[in-house]
């Protein structure tokens, strides 16, 4: 396999907006496998593309967010997460003269890995996995566009560029950073991801827990009164009272989260802007040794605020009964595909079945247990529910 970096002819077309110590081709680290560059696109544009054009990526669509798909349609899933984050992080990259094609891929790319259920599906599999090098997500986006996908004649995988392919690993814990190779890397030596990986985290957290508020709201779980106690809700919500004392109360609460989401993007760029200003990085190698923390932050009351919204919706949303009672079902949902396929793989269809047990042959149970893992992992939350049904209903028998 060739490691290759993209034409320095690019660089004119492609980079004239950025930053110096933002990404570019001509200075990216290439892909895995070499490929001649695109005519009339930059090289990240090519990966943001091939991710919208990934069956993962199209199965984000019924995949849970907070609330599991049939629930109803009003609700964030996957996907629609997916998109708003890569619309933060695009405003954010373009305010910080950052490349905005990779942190789109990146944005959009960063959930492929996710089990169906959420983070329930996470922790299910994470507890299967236990003996067998555990479950985490980032590691699992990250298996997906190297691995998983097939829809290349001469590669397997994607063939992300390094940039993306180290932006998606967001975190890894210290026992996994070995075996996702040179995307990796980082977390061995302690540096840091490029600019647009760091602004992607971030924006996952702005999306994630304004959306997720959004959500929490319409559903019945949480209530405004409640969220007076909250000064990043409460502030937004007394203004826009006060501005439109008619408003309905759906309309304040549409308003209510724009303003929260701009509030925090706008802190987010100039303290980020200042704080870049201050480092003078030459270059993306000079962000990726920073050794004082990421780059890219809130200023430090937005950021308790910040965290004062993630306690709320932990303690009062994603803890709620009505919450728990769907990840206590998809849990054993789960648990229960895993065992079942453990046990028979003659239960499991023939594809699967036979890349399965093409990974037991290299790799003995760990690596059945991993082939198993993909292909629950690659499930929709209505698939799995499906699957289960047809595994475990007597009426089911097909």
């Not at 970096?5 to 570019?24: E, G, H, I, M, N």
Request: with cysteine; aromatic share 8%; proline share 4%.
């Amino acid at each position: 396999m060739a490691k290759m970096a993209f034409p320095q002819q690019s660089s004119p077309k492609f980079d004239r907006l950025l930053a110096p110590y933002a990404a570019s081709d001509a200075t990216s680290r290439g892909r895995v496998y070499e490929e001649p560059a695109p005519d009339w696109r930059g090289e990240f544009q090519r990966d943001r593309d091939r991710i919208i054009h990934c069956a993962a990526f199209r199965r984000l669509e019924y995949k849970t967010q907070v609330f599991v798909n049939h629930e109803g349609d009003m609700f964030r899933t996957r996907l629609t997460h997916s998109i708003e984050v890569a619309q933060i992080a695009r405003t954010i990259a373009r305010a910080l003269s950052l490349n905005e094609d990779l942190t789109e891929a990146i944005a959009l790319a960063h959930d492929l890995g996710h089990a169906p259920f959420g983070h329930a599906g996470q922790e299910s599999l994470n507890c299967c996995m236990r003996e067998y090098g555990g479950f985490e997500h980032n590691l699992q986006s990250l298996r997906v566009v190297e691995v998983l996908e097939e829809h290349y004649a001469s590669f397997p995988g994607l063939n992300l560029s390094f940039e993306t392919r180290e932006g998606i690993l967001k975190h890894c814990a210290r026992a996994s950073y070995e075996r996702v190779g040179e995307a990796g890397e980082r977390f061995r030596e302690g540096g840091q991801p490029s600019l647009e990986a760091q602004v992607a985290d971030l924006a996952d957290e702005i999306a994630y827990n304004n959306h997720d508020l959004d959500d929490g709201l319409r559903a019945g779980l949480i209530e405004v009164e409640e969220l007076q106690e909250i000064a990043l809700f409460r502030e937004p919500y007394l203004e826009v009272r006060r501005v439109w004392p008619e408003l309905s109360q759906r309309g304040v609460i549409h308003e209510v989260i724009r303003h929260m989401v701009n509030r925090q993007v706008c802190d987010l760029i100039e303290t980020s802007r200042d704080l870049i200003a201050s480092v003078k990085p030459a270059d993306i190698d000079a962000v990726r040794q920073h050794d004082g923390g990421p780059l890219i932050c809130f200023e430090s009351t937005m950021r308790a605020a910040h965290r004062e919204l993630k306690r709320y919706l932990g303690t009062h949303l994603y803890r709620h009964y009505r919450v728990h009672r769907m990840t206590t079902k998809a849990k054993r949902t789960l648990k229960a595909l895993f065992e079942a396929f453990m046990a028979d793989l003659q239960v499991l269809p023939p594809t699967t079945r036979s890349r399965v047990q093409a990974l037991q042959q290299a790799d003995g149970e760990a690596g059945k247990a991993r082939g198993i893992v993909d292909y629950i992992a690659g499930m929709t939350d209505r698939y799995a529910i499906a699957e289960y049904e047809r595994l475990f209903t007597p009426s089911q028998l097909t």
